[in-house]
């Protein structure tokens, strides 16, 4: 494996042969961004999540994360059919269908 490939540099690869200290900070760090996104829920001072119910529908349907936000820019209490479907046409899958 190259580190320098995954923007781990040369002496931080030194010091740490094999990143587990680099691994734990990546997870930290995603399980906060997701934690925002209220996609779990993470508790820092133990380490532990589990997911919430926005959550799991992402997993079940292989939904992207940038889906879900967009989803939450646009999505209303209150929205009609036309508004809906437009809004799913956000959607990351569609974007390069041309119509």
Known sequence: MDPLAYGIGWN???KD??????????????AC???KAKFICFNEKNDNF????LGCIAS???NQYSNFETYKRILKH???DHEVVDMITHSS???NIIV
């Not at 094999?18 to 995603?30: A, D, E, F, W």
């Not at 589990?50 to 119910?53: D, G, L, Q, S």
């Open 60 to 62: 079940h349907f292989y």
């Open 12 to 14: 931080e690869a030194m």
């Open 17 to 30: 042969h094999t990143l587990n200290s680099k691994q734990g900070s990546l997870v930290i760090y995603v």
């Open 93 to 95: 899958e569609f974007q």
């Open 33 to 35: 961004v997701l934690d």
């Open 50 to 53: 589990y997911c919430t119910e």
């Open 78 to 80: 209150h929205m009609n």
